[in-house]
């Protein structure tokens, strides 16, 4: 396997590729709904703080955003969970709120406590000065991307993501996380055509971001809406709806993931979308799911808690959930990321569980 950073590889390493060259095709093939002889999984987050050889890498640099920006250690911790964990897709160490710093809205990120963004959206004018030309300010991402395609040497496909319109939004008018996102909601609802003016030029950043992961090696993509269970699905439907649209109608060469955490409601809305797979939560009945559902591709969706039982309780509710959803036109995952303190020997017994469930 080429080390990361051994040398910049071209294009013609790895783009345009059959996906019959790739050793492991599980996942691409789920996702585009075709059979599989066993179900494709992979963890959110499975490249973090559960990993010690993440822990390493992280302690050898200042700070989280140093290390984002790094192509060789980002290629190198999106590369450990592929040979300690044995999951079947490998996804690019980033952070979604790369896209209103290249947008031109800087944010810090402060240890143990997370985001913080010294300047907020509140005007049109804010919202004017922000660009859609994020590609130039990107090139780092782009950088990892096409080092860690080269080194996976097609083991595995490679996951680009970015955040959802709603979620990005969130941030740039909140400043910060949130257990309610009061402020990004009252521009909702007390100035709902700025909230469309900002929600569109995020859209518009974060086509052109995920159109240009693919043209240097993801294999798919994954949308995520982390805070999308803070608005009621009439204002999903007016406000984060539209957006998630207009991506997956837009990203055609790859096939997408819409995961929109607590929104339960919007299934069969995002059933009616281009994507080809929707990921769940752990709230979500598996059979609620295939209904609402029917000719997509679900991903999901243990409740990331299930990890620090035994193996045994591990092993047990894997099976149930693999169960429910049947063998086919699933990817396997957790119903969100997986949290930093679980047990790294218990996350790969997850994966081991799956790889040897027999269809």
Same mark, same amino acid.
């Given at each position: ?56 890498? !992280? ?26 964990? @044995?999951?079947?897709? #490998? ?36 919202? #004017? ?15 990892? /991307? !096409? ?6 040497? @097609? !083991? ?6 970015? %955040? ?33 003016? /900002? ?28 805070? #999308? ?60 799911? !295939? ?8 991903? %999901? ?24 959803? @049947? ?6 995952? /957790? @119903? ?10 218990? #996350? ?12």
């Amino acid at each position: 396997m080429l080390k990361c950073g051994l040398k910049t590889p071209v294009f013609s390493d790895f783009l345009n590729v059959d996906i019959k060259e790739m050793k492991n095709d599980l996942l691409i093939r789920a996702a585009k709904g075709e059979q599989v002889e066993r179900i494709p999984v992979w963890m959110m987050r499975q490249a973090g703080r559960i990993l010690p050889e993440y822990r390493a890498v !992280r302690s050898s640099v200042n700070g989280f955003k140093e290390l984002v920006k790094n192509p060789e250690l980002i290629c190198e911790v999106t590369l450990q969970p592929v040979d300690i964990l @044995g999951v079947d897709a #490998a996804i690019i160490f980033s952070d979604i709120l790369v896209i209103p710093e290249a947008m031109g809205l800087n944010y810090e990120m402060i240890e143990s406590k997370g985001p913080n963004f010294p300047k907020t959206i509140t005007s049109e004018q804010d919202v #004017a000065e922000l660009t859609t030309d994020v590609i130039p300010n990107l090139e780092y991402v782009f950088e990892s /991307l !096409r080092l860690t395609k080269s080194a996976l040497n @097609g !083991r595995v496909p490679l996951i680009g993501f970015a %955040g959802a319109p709603w979620t990005i939004f969130s941030y740039m008018i909140e400043g910060k996380g949130s257990k309610t996102f009061s402020q990004a909601k009252k521009m909702l609802y007390t100035n709902p055509v700025l909230a469309h003016q /900002l929600l569109d030029k995020i859209t518009t950043a974060t086509i052109a971001y995920l159109q240009e992961q693919i043209k240097n090696g993801a294999d798919i993509v994954q949308v995520f809406d982390s805070w #999308a269970g803070v608005l009621s699905k009439a204002q999903y439907v007016e406000f984060a709806l539209p957006y998630m649209n207009r991506i997956a109608a837009a990203i055609t060469a790859v096939p997408v993931i819409l995961f929109a955490k607590d929104a339960h409601y919007i299934l069969t809305e995002f059933a009616q979308t281009n994507a080809n797979v929707i990921g769940l939560d752990w709230t979500i009945e598996p059979a609620a799911a !295939r209904a609402q559902t029917k000719g997509k591709t679900l991903q %999901g969706n243990l409740d990331p808690c299930v990890l620090y039982a035994d193996k045994a309780t591990i092993k047990k509710e894997t099976e149930k959930m693999l169960q429910s959803f @049947g063998g086919q036109q699933y990817i396997c995952n /957790l @119903g969100h990321g997986v949290y930093p303190d679980v047990n790294f020997e218990h #996350a790969k017994y997850f994966i081991e569980v799956v790889q040897d469930y027999k269809l």
